[in-house]
């Protein structure tokens, strides 16, 4: 029983549940939540500590799902605990709220979980919830975020102890947890949609796992896993370094953010990147989806003048306001901005215009479609890997100049506009794509020679604008 004796001190070492009278396990049926939920009965079974169990019906596998939830119960039924149980219609959950089926699912996990503890604390009862992450879902969630270009914070992989949550059996590689079921002779079940290659966490797990413990190193899962406790604790020395610094130069009033751009820009970079970072997670409320290249973008930005500003994810702008940079949802701030960085696929808006982006790779028929955007005033393809700068959108400006013809001649775009013949009272207002001086496209009008696509063309940059 060597796997029991690991979690038990695993939980004693986290104290996850000191004084608690109750553990509310989460219990889908797998075999890492099965593992869970008998690990607590056979450690708490002599103890004054409820074991009570939640299962959610996600409303996605349909009779596997219903599978699931039967047996479960029957587990339950045999062990006599009580169970809590509910059906979501995830799929419409996730659509109204605008996310993945996945993200969404979790969302509503964790909101029933807490639901259940309220219930039971309200009736006078002290409770921690259990989830049953395991060391493979760490090692996954160390790569998936190390592939997506995750901070520090996101290498450090899963905490034993969030608040609330306790984690007892993260200790657990999957082997083990197989190794307990099996000598116990418990049974659990598969979830089908955990063997399909169509989600990158399930690739990592049946393909990249598997690839480094079996021909790199054996034990390349354990590894990580102790190289993600290193980097917790160097994480915490830096959550500490940042909240002391943030107490000098970061400030909040009426849900606005603002940071002294002088004492930011004179920080060291890593404390001012995690001083951003925080900086926008507070703004927002989440860090999902806040990737490098929007911590780098308000970096430079902090740097530039008064005035200038970058679009972040969640309706959040990040502008330059004399001393101080400031971090606020989007509808608060005015229209009368000079550039709109444009940092990626999405919607953006520079003054009375809405512009939509896309980036995508085309195939050689696609090309030909693309092409004919060329006819549409208000859609324009670019070729993506020819773009040197970051892209904007914003009115012209002195050196700016577009390609006009595939010898690749150059005009100033003053010249150009002379040309066109466009009056001079709207030669300031007309909206222009922009790759630092060289513009891709005048708006209502021609773009540049240079980035058409062609025959070597591979990533496309689709752009919308409307007003």
Same mark, same amino acid.
């Given at each position: 029983?060597?796997?029991?004796?690991?979690?038990?001190?695993?939980?004693?070492?986290?104290?996850?549940?000191?004084?608690?009278?109750?553990?509310?396990?989460?219990?889908? &049926? &797998?075999?890492?939540?099965?593992?869970?939920?008998?690990?607590?009965?056979?450690?708490?079974?002599?103890?004054?500590?409820?074991?009570?169990?939640?299962?959610?019906?996600?409303?996605?596998? &349909?009779?596997?799902?219903?599978?699931?939830?039967?047996?479960?119960? +029957?587990?339950? +039924?045999?062990?006599?605990?009580?169970?809590?149980?509910?059906?979501?219609?995830?799929?419409?959950?996730?659509?109204?709220?605008?996310? %993945?089926?996945?993200?969404?699912? =979790?969302?509503?996990?964790?909101?029933?979980?807490?639901?259940?503890?309220?219930?039971?604390?309200?009736?006078?009862?002290?409770?921690?919830?259990? #989830?049953?992450?395991?060391?493979?879902?760490?090692?996954? !969630?160390?790569?998936?975020?190390?592939?997506?270009?995750?901070?520090?914070?996101?290498? /450090?992989?899963?905490?034993?102890?969030?608040?609330?949550?306790?984690?007892?059996?993260?200790?657990? %590689?999957?082997?083990?947890?197989?190794?307990?079921? =099996?000598? *116990?002779?418990?049974?659990?079940?598969?979830?089908?949609?955990?063997?399909?290659?169509?989600?990158?966490?399930?690739?990592?797990?049946?393909?990249?796992?598997?690839?480094?413990?079996?021909?790199? *190193?054996?034990?390349?899962?354990?590894?990580?896993?102790?190289?993600?406790?290193?980097?917790?604790?160097?994480?915490?020395?830096?959550?500490?370094?940042?909240?002391?610094?943030?107490?000098?130069?970061? /400030?909040?009033? +009426? $849900?606005?953010?603002?940071? +002294? =751009?002088?004492?930011?820009? /004179?920080?060291?970079?890593?404390?001012?990147?995690?001083?951003?970072?925080?900086?926008?997670?507070?703004?927002? $409320?989440?860090?999902?989806?806040?990737?490098?290249?929007?911590?780098?973008?308000?970096?430079?930005?902090?740097? $530039?003048?008064?005035?200038?500003?970058?679009?972040?994810?969640?309706?959040?702008?990040?502008?330059?306001?004399?001393?101080?940079?400031?971090?606020?949802?989007?509808?608060?701030? /005015?229209?009368?901005?000079?550039?709109?960085?444009?940092? $990626?696929?999405?919607?953006?808006?520079?003054?009375?215009?809405?512009?939509?982006?896309?980036?995508?790779?085309?195939?050689?028929?696609? =090309?030909?479609?693309?092409?004919?955007?060329?006819? *549409?005033?208000? !859609?324009?393809?670019?070729?993506?890997?020819?773009?040197?700068?970051?892209?904007?959108?914003?009115?012209?400006?002195?050196?700016?100049?577009? !390609?006009? *013809?595939?010898?690749?001649?150059?005009?100033?775009?003053?010249?150009?506009? #002379?040309?066109?013949?466009?009056?001079?009272?709207?030669?300031? #207002?007309?909206?222009?794509?922009?790759?630092?001086?060289?513009?891709?496209?005048?708006? &209502?009008?021609?773009?540049?020679?240079?980035?058409?696509?062609?025959?070597? !063309?591979?990533?496309?940059?689709?752009?919308?604008?409307?007003?």
């Amino acid at each position: 029983m060597r796997e029991i004796e690991k979690v038990k001190k695993y939980i004693h070492l986290n104290n996850m549940v000191g004084d608690t009278d109750c553990i509310i396990a989460g219990v889908s &049926g &797998g075999a890492d939540s099965i593992c869970l939920l008998c690990m607590l009965l056979d450690i708490y079974r002599d103890h004054d500590v409820t074991i009570v169990a939640v299962h959610i019906h996600h409303g996605i596998r &349909g009779a596997e799902a219903d599978r699931d939830q039967a047996f479960v119960e +029957n587990i339950c +039924n045999q062990e006599k605990i009580q169970l809590y149980k509910y059906k979501y219609n995830i799929p419409e959950y996730a659509k109204s709220l605008g996310l %993945s089926e996945e993200e969404a699912g =979790r969302i509503k996990r964790y909101e029933t979980f807490r639901m259940v503890k309220n219930e039971l604390e309200s009736g006078g009862k002290k409770c921690v919830i259990a #989830v049953a992450h395991n060391q493979n879902d760490n090692v996954e !969630t160390f790569i998936h975020n190390l592939c997506r270009g995750s901070s520090i914070n996101g290498l /450090s992989g899963i905490k034993p102890v969030s608040g609330d949550i306790i984690r007892p059996v993260l200790c657990l %590689s999957r082997n083990e947890i197989e190794t307990y079921l =099996r000598e *116990n002779k418990r049974e659990y079940i598969i979830d089908s949609t955990n063997l399909k290659l169509d989600y990158t966490r399930n690739k990592i797990r049946n393909i990249v796992i598997p690839c480094l413990n079996e021909s790199i *190193n054996n034990k390349s899962s354990l590894h990580i896993s102790q190289t993600m406790a290193d980097i917790g604790e160097i994480n915490e020395y830096l959550d500490r370094q940042v909240e002391i610094k943030s107490a000098d130069i970061v /400030s909040e009033k +009426n $849900g606005q953010i603002f940071i +002294n =751009r002088k004492e930011l820009n /004179s920080t060291e970079i890593v404390l001012a990147r995690e001083i951003i970072r925080n900086a926008i997670g507070k703004a927002a $409320g989440r860090l999902k989806d806040i990737t490098r290249k929007h911590i780098e973008d308000v970096m430079e930005l902090s740097k $530039g003048q008064t005035g200038k500003y970058v679009m972040l994810p969640y309706n959040l702008i990040a502008k330059n306001q004399y001393e101080n940079l400031i971090i606020k949802k989007r509808e608060d701030d /005015s229209v009368n901005e000079e550039e709109v960085i444009i940092n $990626g696929i999405g919607e953006y808006e520079f003054r009375a215009y809405k512009v939509r982006v896309e980036i995508t790779e085309i195939s050689q028929d696609e =090309r030909l479609q693309c092409t004919k955007n060329d006819k *549409n005033i208000c !859609t324009k393809c670019f070729d993506y890997d020819k773009i040197k700068n970051t892209v904007c959108i914003r009115n012209r400006k002195s050196g700016d100049f577009l !390609t006009i *013809n595939k010898q690749m001649g150059t005009k100033k775009l003053k010249s150009y506009l #002379v040309d066109e013949k466009i009056p001079s009272e709207l030669r300031n #207002v007309i909206p222009v794509i922009a790759d630092g001086n060289h513009i891709l496209w005048v708006y &209502g009008h021609r773009i540049s020679e240079y980035y058409k696509i062609d025959e070597n !063309t591979i990533r496309v940059m689709k752009i919308t604008i409307t007003q």
